[in-house]
């Protein structure tokens, strides 16, 4: 039975995580955290994610959370996630970063973490997303640089991070199929006199409506044809199943930084 421990449990995420791992058979809950202050401190992580009481009670504080799980499960916010990975003990102690949103310092502090302890991160735990990823690599490799691509994502009201590191990804990938450096070639929103599209940018497009669970479509356009692939989430739980999913594979795996292409064997 594997241990999994969930940061950030009271979030949207946080909640669909305690129902997958609760689900998944093999694995279960062993501690979950939220931030201190929270009404759900102290109480059975059931408040959070329904059903029968699971008798672990939510906990404020990264000890806890680290002494209850062989994996932590971790959708919170950058600055969280990084403060997690720094008050860590046990470096045998691997960790799932759903967190999206990280700065390009933030994110080298990631990639040293991930030199002594095992660390699974991916900007999106859907296989349809993972899948998504192969399909642009092999669209922008034969496409090549006479069609312009444009990444449009839409995502609920709540969302604080634009474009969403699903979309980001998908440029990077599309980008080095490309031999595009995307932080030189990335566009992001227009308006006003913009001039003519400049060839080879990639233009990021973001929408924030509603409850948009989470869509990205990458457009294609060339001369006479255009194609556009598109994923389209309708239920948090693809994103939290894939991730608990992603913690059991972790689990067995030496020091490094992984992503969802690895947990599914696509690399
Ligand atoms: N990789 C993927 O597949 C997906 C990634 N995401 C990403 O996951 C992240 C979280 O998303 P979402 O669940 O919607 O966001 P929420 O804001 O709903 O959840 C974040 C939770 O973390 C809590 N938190 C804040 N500070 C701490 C702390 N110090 N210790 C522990 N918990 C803390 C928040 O508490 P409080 O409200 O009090 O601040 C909140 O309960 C985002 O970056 C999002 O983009 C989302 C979906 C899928
Ligand atoms: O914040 C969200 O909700 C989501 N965030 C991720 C992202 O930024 O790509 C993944 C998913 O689309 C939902």
């Known amino acids: 039975m594997i241990s999994l421990s969930v940061n950030g449990a009271a979030g949207r995420m946080g909640r669909q995580l305690l129902t997958a791992i609760a689900e998944r ?21 059931s408040v959070l994610s329904g059903g029968d009481a699971s008798g672990v009670s939510v906990v404020d504080n990264v000890q806890a959370l680290e002494r209850g799980g062989d994996v932590i499960i971790d959708f919170t916010a950058p600055v969280v996630s990084l403060a997690l990975l720094d008050a860590l003990e046990d470096d045998s102690t691997r960790v799932v970063i759903g967190t999206t949103g990280f700065s390009a310092e933030q994110l080298e502090r990631l990639h040293e973490h991930a030199s002594r302890r095992a660390i699974l991160f991916a900007p999106n735990y859907s296989v349809g997303v993972t899948v998504t990823l192969k399909l642009l690599e092999q669209a922008a490799r034969a496409l090549g640089d006479d069609y312009d691509v444009e990444i449009i994502e839409a995502h609920h009201r709540h969302k604080v991070d634009a474009p969403s590191g699903t979309a980001i990804r998908m440029g990077e990938v599309v980008a080095d199929a490309l031999g595009r450096d995307l932080a030189s070639c990335a566009v992001y929103g227009r308006e006003g006199i913009t001039g003519a599209r400049e060839s080879q940018t990639i233009g990021f497009e973001t929408i924030r409506a509603g409850d948009i669970i989470g869509d990205h479509t990458v457009l294609f356009a060339g001369n006479g044809e255009r194609i556009e692939i598109t994923h389209k989430a309708t239920d948090r739980m693809t994103f939290a199943r894939g991730a608990v999913r992603g913690a059991i594979w972790l689990h067995s795996r030496p020091a490094g930084l992984y992503d969802m292409t690895d947990v599914l064997g696509l690399k």
């Open 25 to 45: 058979e093999g694995a279960r809950v062993g501690a979950a955290a939220d931030a201190p202050g929270q009404a759900c401190i102290g109480l059975d992580t």
